[in-house]
C-alpha cells in the first residue's frame, strides 16, 4: 500500500504541473505586459513634456539655484513678470528680495550683477541668522 501512494502522487502532480510550452506562454505574455507598459511610459512622458495636455504656459520656473550649505540655498524664481530671491531650509522658505523682471539690453551683464548683489544680502542675512 505505501508503494502505491508515492506512484499515486507523482501522477497527481504530473498531471497539474503546467506543461513546458504553456509556460513559455505565460512568460512571453509577462513579457509583452512590461514592454507595453514601459513604451506607454515612454510615450505619457514625452507627451507632457511637450505639453501635449493642453496646459497652459508655466507661470512658474525656477530660474537659478545655489546651496549655500548641506541644507540650505537660495533660488531665483520667475512668477509671471517677476523675480523673487527665496531662501529655502528643511522647515520655511523665506522671501529675501523681489523684482520686475529685468529687460537686458545686448551685451551687457544686468542681470547677473542683480544676482549677485542680490545673493551677496541673501549671504550676509543667512549668516546673521545663524549667530
Sequence with gaps: ????????AATALAHTAPAGPDLLQVGGSFA????????????????????GFGRPE??????????????HKVAIVR???????????PTQMTTLASWAQPQPA???DAPAQDFHAS??????????GRE
Excluded at 500500500?1 to 499515486?8: E, F, Q, R, T, Y
Excluded at 509583452?32 to 505639453?51: H, P
Excluded at 507661470?59 to 548641506?70: K, P, W
Aim: charge should be positive; proline fraction near 2%.
Design 32 to 51: 509583452l505586459v512590461i514592454v507595453l507598459l514601459l513604451g506607454l511610459l515612454w510615450w505619457l512622458k514625452r507627451l507632457q513634456r511637450t505639453r
Design 79 to 89: 512668477v509671471d513678470h517677476r523675480e523673487v530671491l527665496v531662501g529655502i531650509t
Design 106 to 108: 545686448k551685451g551687457t
Design 119 to 128: 545673493l551677496s544680502q541673501a549671504r550676509a542675512a543667512f549668516e546673521k
Design 1 to 8: 500500500m505505501s508503494a502505491s501512494a508515492p506512484a499515486s
Design 58 to 71: 508655466k507661470r512658474l520656473q525656477v530660474v537659478e539655484s545655489m546651496a549655500l550649505g548641506a541644507r
